[in-house]
């Protein structure tokens, strides 16, 4: 039986690269942006590859959503400080992404990972959640969420 898709890169569209046009107004979490995009570059360079081993394709997808789980708990209590209206929203589309994230590092750690999957979801994801889901509520993203109660 033949390899589904033998010695074919796995490209999909590309991780955004960071720009000022995608700051939220708050270093920790633009910093947090910076390295997850970095990372899912990183992760779909291995993907790109025929000679990234399973082991450096879990490593690096394991560092995405170690992080991604960091960032979230952040962004959502800074949005919850700041009276965000549509933070259940917010931590919906979260809980949604982690579920994925979270299968998809089960089936890379049972050695089940379909690359292009893989790397369709991971450059979806990180295409959407800062343009789509980030920067519609940057303005309950302050770096200081006391300062909007003198207001």
Do not use: F
């Amino acid at each position: 039986m033949q390899p589904k898709n033998p010695s074919k890169p796995h490209r999909v569209k590309p991780i955004p690269k960071w720009s000022p046009s995608l700051s939220v107004g708050n270093a920790k979490l633009d910093e947090q942006h910076i390295t997850l995009l970095e990372l899912g570059r990183d992760l779909m360079r291995l993907l790109d590859t025929d000679t990234a081993t399973e082991d450096q394709i879990n490593s690096a997808l394991e560092d995405i959503v170690r992080l991604a789980r960091l960032h979230d708990t952040l962004e959502e209590s800074i949005l919850e400080a700041n009276d965000c209206p549509t933070l259940a929203e917010h931590k919906g589309v979260h809980r949604a992404a982690r579920t994925q994230l979270d299968n998809l590092l089960a089936d890379a750690s049972r050695s089940i990972l379909d690359r292009p999957v893989l790397s369709g979801l991971i450059a979806d994801w990180m295409g959407h959640h800062i343009s789509e889901n980030d920067l519609p509520v940057k303005d309950y993203m302050k770096q200081t969420p006391t300062a909007r109660a003198g207001a």
